[in-house]
């Protein structure tokens, strides 16, 4: 699939998040809203507005301007070392490696990396996601990086079988691996779907993330919005709506919980007991890949 230019496109609905032109912006600006959904034993739902970068990971050193900064302080900035191997290296060097170390030899172009930014000097990235393509700009694996509030984080390197380019129609799989709620075993897996679709006025991006455990799909999250160049007024706008967009990330969080906890919903503490039987369906690792390729990537 050829990736959507910065004119007018075609609606098609096999394009994919990040999925972009060499004329491309060097940062793109994603705002929408986050949605989740847990279904049982009460049902559970929220949806809070958010804003996200989207990065070049070849050209972060072009993004470094008096409002947004790579490695130091300004309103909004990324920090290389909150992510990848979170030693301050070039993040595309470490991909790429682990690319070639799961042998997704097709992802050899653009690497974008779609994460919150750190406002006013903080930030907590929930999940964060690697978007890599090949040199034709199609989409042949998706990293997410997901951290719990426990300071933990674990890595998931997906791609579709044999390596073929993701659509939205791919569903790429994984056995979940880090706990990241007290409300949740550590059981089962995650499927992610990504879509992106652009006409002449809007490109708009979504990200689709369902949870099952072992009694079948207990959670669903969906992060939508719309994709514009990272220029200083889109993210003055975006920064004037939101000042306190990470912090309140982490607020959120914790009264969501506590709404969890006056419903009752079981809870499980920071350390769970062991799930509850194998997961051959959603351990592709052991299961031969049977319906995409699943790596983790233990990142402490």
Same mark, same amino acid.
């Given at each position: ?46 949806? !809070?507005?958010?804003? !996200? ?16 900064? @790579? ?13 990848? /191997? ?23 172009? *653009? ?9 006013? =000097? ?28 426990? =300071? ?12 073929? /380019? ?52 207990? @959670?669903?999250?969906?992060? *939508? ?21 990470? @912090? =309140? ?16 919903? /079981?809870?499980? =503490?920071?350390? /769970? ?11 592709? *690792? ?10 983790? @990537?233990?990142?402490?």
């Amino acid at each position: 699939m050829k990736p959507a230019r910065t004119g007018p496109a075609s609606d098609d609905a096999n394009n994919v998040a990040g999925n972009v032109a060499d004329l491309a912006p060097a940062a793109w600006l994603l705002t929408g809203r986050v949605m989740h959904e847990r279904l049982r034993p009460k049902r559970h739902r929220f949806t !809070y507005p958010v804003f !996200y970068v989207r990065c070049d990971l070849d050209r972060l050193a072009s993004l470094d301007s008096g409002w947004f900064g @790579i490695d130091r302080w300004r309103p909004l900035s990324l920090h290389r070392r909150d992510h990848g /191997p979170r030693d301050g290296s070039e993040l595309a060097v470490w991909m790429r490696a682990q690319l070639a170390a799961a042998g997704i030899e097709e992802a050899n172009g *653009t690497i974008w990396l779609q994460a919150f930014p750190r406002v006013f =000097g903080y930030a907590f990235n929930p999940v964060s996601v690697w978007f890599c393509h090949d040199r034709d700009g199609r989409l042949r694996a998706l990293l997410a990086e997901v951290r719990n509030t426990f =300071g933990e984080r674990h890595s998931y390197l997906l791609g579709a079988r044999h390596n073929a /380019p993701i659509t939205a129609d791919t569903a790429l799989t994984c056995r979940k691996v880090l706990h990241v709620s007290p409300f949740c075993r550590v059981e089962g897996g995650y499927t992610f779907r990504v879509d992106e679709r652009a006409n002449e006025a809007v490109r708009r991006a979504s990200i689709a993330i369902d949870y099952h455990d072992a009694d079948g799909l207990l @959670i669903r999250t969906a992060l *939508t919005g719309r994709l514009q160049p990272l220029t200083r007024a889109n993210a003055c706008a975006a920064l004037l709506r939101q000042p306190l967009l990470t @912090i =309140g990330v982490v607020v959120r969080i914790h009264w969501q919980a506590l709404r969890l906890a006056l419903k009752k919903t /079981p809870f499980y =503490g920071k350390h /769970p007991a062991p799930a509850r039987g194998a997961d051959s369906s959603t351990d592709h *690792t052991a299961a031969g890949r049977s319906s995409a390729a699943a790596q983790s @990537i233990p990142s402490d």
